[in-house]
């Protein structure tokens, strides 16, 4: 199973605020092999014991990184594309999106979604359409959701 597994997009966690949002994400990487970035400040200390009991043993398989800011994880994202799940008006529905291998797809802070200055630097925006006069979808369920649409697209693609 293990072979059939290719490159995926990776996921990141913006100024994460709820531990066991973060520990079910770095569980669902753990078990896809989807690489997570987390960046502070986080709402929470990383050995909390809610995001321990959300990640279980699996926050010990993943692959993670942390970093310190918005800034520094750019540094390092080597030209990527970045994919900001966001509600604006400039966003496309996340089933319309030609997601690739290569992206960064972010996830915003469960409480303030990304700082303006930060989302200005993201031309890629996808959201997910809901109901008029709905607020909110749980943001590791969010991210769950706009994670697999990428990963079978990409996996259509390249079976196309």
Same mark, same amino acid.
């Given at each position: 199973?293990?072979d059939?597994?290719?490159?995926? @997009?990776?996921?990141?966690?913006?100024?994460?605020?709820? @531990?066991?949002? %973060? =520990?079910?994400?770095?569980?669902?990487?753990?078990?896809?092999g989807?690489?997570?970035?987390?960046?502070?400040?986080? =709402?929470?200390?990383?050995?909390?014991?809610?995001?321990?009991?959300?990640?279980? &043993?699996?926050i010990?398989?993943? &692959?993670?990184?942390?970093?310190?800011?918005? !800034?520094?994880?750019?540094? !390092?994202? $080597? #030209?990527?594309?970045?994919?900001?799940? $966001?509600? #604006?008006? $400039?966003?496309?529905?996340?089933?319309?999106?030609?997601? $690739?291998?290569? &992206?960064?797809?972010?996830? #915003?802070?469960?409480?303030?979604?990304?700082?303006?200055?930060?989302?200005?630097?993201? %031309?890629?925006?996808?959201?997910? @359409?809901?109901? @008029?006069?709905?607020?909110?979808?749980?943001? %590791?369920?969010?991210?769950?959701?706009?994670?697999? !649409?990428?990963?079978?697209?990409?996996?259509?693609?390249?079976?196309?």
């Amino acid at each position: 199973m293990r072979d059939q597994i290719v490159k995926t @997009p990776s996921l990141v966690l913006y100024h994460p605020q709820i @531990p066991q949002n %973060a =520990g079910t994400l770095l569980r669902l990487g753990a078990c896809l092999g989807v690489h997570i970035d987390l960046i502070r400040p986080f =709402g929470f200390v990383f050995d909390d014991k809610k995001l321990k009991r959300a990640g279980m &043993d699996y926050i010990e398989v993943a &692959d993670y990184k942390i970093h310190d800011s918005f !800034e520094k994880f750019c540094e !390092e994202c $080597d #030209g990527r594309r970045l994919v900001a799940l $966001d509600i #604006g008006e $400039d966003s496309v529905s996340y089933w319309d999106f030609e997601y $690739d291998s290569n &992206d960064v797809l972010i996830v #915003g802070s469960e409480h303030y979604g990304f700082l303006k200055n930060d989302l200005a630097k993201i %031309a890629s925006r996808v959201k997910i @359409p809901m109901l @008029p006069n709905r607020r909110s979808i749980n943001m %590791a369920i969010s991210a769950a959701m706009v994670l697999s !649409e990428a990963l079978s697209k990409i996996r259509k693609s390249r079976t196309s």
